[in-house]
C-alpha cells in the first residue's frame, strides 16, 4: 500500500484550496475510492489499483452520476407546441445529446488512473512521478 498523502499537500501541489480538495477527497472517500487514514502520517491512499480506477470513477463522484443534458420536452411549450402524445420518441436534440453522453462515458472510462500517471512521465518528462512523490514525502509543507 502507498504512502497516505496529506490532503493539504496535494493542494499545496495543484495550487487549489486546501477546503476544495478536501471536500473532492471526502467525496472520494465515501465513494470508496480512497481511503483516509488518520494519525501523524495521515491522509488519503487509492483504496484499489491505479489501474482499477477509471476516470468514469473519480468524475461520476466528483459531478454526479446524471448526464449532463436533462431534455425538458420544449417542442411541446410555446405557441405552436407538439401535444405531449404526439412525442413518442426523443426529439433530435435529445438523440443527440444522449450519443454524445455515451461517447463521453464510453472515453472516461477507458482511461484509468494508470492511464493518466503514464501519460505524465510521457508529457512531463520521465521520473516527473518520482519527483512528485519525493515532494509529497518531504517534510517542507
Known sequence: MAEPVPAARLAQLHDVSPTYLAKQLQALARAGLVD????????YVLTRSPAAITLLDVVEVIDGPDPAFVC??????????????SCTA??????????????RRAALSS????DLAEQVEISSGEGTLNGVGTWLGADNA
Open 36 to 43: 483516509s487514514v488518520q494519525g501523524k502520517p495521515g491522509g
Open 72 to 85: 425538458t420536452e420544449i417542442r411541446q411549450r410555446g405557441p405552436l407546441a407538439t401535444p405531449a402524445e
Open 90 to 103: 426523443p426529439c433530435p436534440i435529445a438523440r443527440a445529446m444522449a450519443t454524445a453522453e455515451s461517447a
Open 111 to 114: 482511461v484509468s488512473i494508470a
